[in-house]
């Protein structure tokens, strides 16, 4: 499992000023994570990634979803997760509705975690999304699995070893080497997995094969 940057760079994005700086607070207090910036909304995010120089650039950013007239987190989660080398993103929010958690995981968000969280979760989090792990606040997998308790798929041991090696953050190099088996054959096998699955992403495999218990946390 890639074990994440010593020390991960956090960009916070929030609608309120309150809001922002306390949490901008809260990130310089915890343990090996340090706030690069905040931003208002998605745009101005955007602008600052792109102004931000190559070693001060964040590993996650801290998504608020809705903020007001300015790009919401959804569609703002999206660009930045359409960059080259983008970081990861995860959303922290009062929000939990079945719409705002899938539309943010089909963005490609790698976390939900929701306001109420303490620092300690948060912290967790913010370590886990820099390592590429889906991270699921309980009530926010407990909605997930809403959804697919009336299906439950079945994967192959195969299958649920590759979903299980995306949720630890693997790219398909690194599945391909440790299962011995060739990018194109990963690559197969994430076909059938986001088929049965009903998803068209790799963070949204992972969100819906937690949700199913059809493989463990990573950690």
Same mark, same amino acid.
């Given at each position: 499992?890639?074990?994440?940057?010593a020390?991960?760079?956090?960009?916070?994005?929030?609608?309120?000023p309150v809001?922002?700086?306390g949490l901008?607070?809260m990130?310089?207090? &915890?343990?090996?994570?340090t706030?690069v910036g905040?931003?208002a909304?998605?745009? #101005?995010?955007l602008d600052?990634?792109?102004? &931000?120089?190559?070693? =001060?650039r964040?590993?996650v950013?801290l998504m608020?979803? =809705?903020?007001?007239?300015?790009m919401?987190?959804?569609?703002?989660?999206?660009?930045i997760?359409a @960059?080259?080398?983008?970081? #990861?993103v995860l959303?922290?929010t009062?929000?939990?509705?079945?719409?705002?958690? @899938?539309a943010?995981?089909?963005?490609?968000?790698?976390g939900?975690l929701?306001k109420?969280?303490?620092? !300690?979760d948060l912290?967790?989090a913010?370590?886990?999304?820099?390592?590429?792990?889906?991270?699921?606040a309980?009530?926010?997998?407990a909605?997930?699995?809403?959804?697919?308790?009336?299906?439950r798929?079945?994967l192959s041991?195969? !299958?649920?070893?590759?979903? =299980?090696?995306l949720?630890e953050?693997?790219p398909?190099? =690194?599945i391909s080497?440790r299962l011995?088996?060739? !990018?194109?054959?990963?690559?197969?096998h994430l076909v059938?997995?986001?088929?049965k699955?009903g998803?068209?992403?790799?963070?949204?495999?992972?969100a819906a094969?937690?949700?199913a218990g059809l493989?463990?946390?990573a950690g």
């Amino acid at each position: 499992m890639n074990g994440g940057p010593a020390v991960v760079r956090v960009l916070v994005v929030d609608d309120h000023p309150v809001v922002r700086r306390g949490l901008r607070a809260m990130v310089d207090d &915890l343990p090996d994570v340090t706030a690069v910036g905040e931003a208002a909304d998605g745009a #101005a995010a955007l602008d600052l990634l792109a102004a &931000l120089p190559a070693g =001060q650039r964040p590993h996650v950013v801290l998504m608020d979803l =809705q903020m007001g007239s300015g790009m919401h987190g959804v569609e703002a989660t999206r660009r930045i997760t359409a @960059l080259p080398d983008p970081p #990861a993103v995860l959303i922290l929010t009062t929000y939990s509705t079945d719409a705002d958690i @899938l539309a943010a995981v089909e963005a490609g968000a790698t976390g939900y975690l929701l306001k109420d969280a303490p620092p !300690e979760d948060l912290a967790a989090a913010i370590h886990a999304t820099a390592r590429g792990e889906t991270v699921l606040a309980p009530p926010v997998a407990a909605r997930l699995l809403g959804r697919v308790r009336a299906g439950r798929p079945t994967l192959s041991p195969r !299958e649920a070893e590759i979903l =299980q090696l995306l949720a630890e953050g693997l790219p398909n190099r =690194q599945i391909s080497k440790r299962l011995f088996i060739s !990018e194109a054959t990963v690559k197969t096998h994430l076909v059938h997995i986001y088929d049965k699955l009903g998803v068209d992403s790799r963070t949204s495999a992972v969100a819906a094969g937690l949700a199913a218990g059809l493989i463990r946390p990573a950690g």
